[in-house]
């Protein structure tokens, strides 16, 4: 499948047209990438070259949410190069107006309350859209597997999250510290991941 017929299952063929040109005009490679656990997209700049990489993702308002990001990162790029921080006020500005100026705002128009969340959501937008468990709660309404939030669980609860079962220790402000039963180490995992609670 070619890059323009998968922006095409996620949007009007005009709107994937226009993305597209956007990005050859700045001549900057896109690609579809299957699931990575560390994050659902990048943009990287190595010498002349230009890319940005999406996760595949079925659900249309987290991978246009996500590309949108990494399109404002090389935005950002073009005007100011390594000159301001990677999510300060540049790359917010880029995002929000971006979100407007390629036509995607209306795809999310189309469902009042995921309108309402993500727009909050773009007055400051955070760095990794899965910290505001409020959009990830609107997202998920779109996802082919349900979970549940880690938000959710009582202290002492075990879940699954990938291919690990943990057991759920303290919550933080943004995310929770948990113990991995395989190697018996702690990591924090964000609140708003999507887990599958243990029988």
Not at 118 to 139: H, Y
Not at 152 to 165: A, K, P
Request: glycine letters at 4%; a positive charge.
């Amino acid at each position: 499948m070619s890059i323009l017929e998968y922006l095409e299952k996620h949007l009007p063929t005009n709107k994937a047209h226009y993305i597209l040109s956007f990005l050859e005009e700045h001549k900057c490679v896109l690609k579809i990438t299957k699931q990575r656990k560390t994050k659902r997209g990048d943009f990287r700049q190595n010498g002349p070259k230009l890319s940005i990489s999406v996760n595949h993702d079925t659900n249309t308002f987290r991978f246009l949410f996500t590309l949108v990001h990494e399109i404002a990162h090389l935005k950002t790029f073009l005007e100011y190069r390594h000159k301001v921080k990677p999510h300060g006020d540049e790359w917010k500005a880029n995002f929000k107006e971006l979100f407007t100026s390629l036509d995607v705002a209306d795809e999310f128009k189309k469902d009042e309350q995921m309108f309402a969340v993500v727009s909050d959501e773009l007055i400051n937008p955070k760095a990794c859209s899965g910290v505001n468990i409020r959009v990830e709660k609107v997202f998920s309404k779109y996802d082919e597997k349900k979970g549940t939030y880690l938000e959710e669980l009582t202290v002492g609860d075990r879940f699954t999250f990938g291919v690990h079962t943990y057991e759920k220790l303290e919550n933080r402000r943004s995310r929770v510290m948990c113990l991995n039963l395989s190697n018996n180490r702690k990591y924090t995992i964000s609140k708003a991941a999507s887990v599958q609670l243990c029988d």
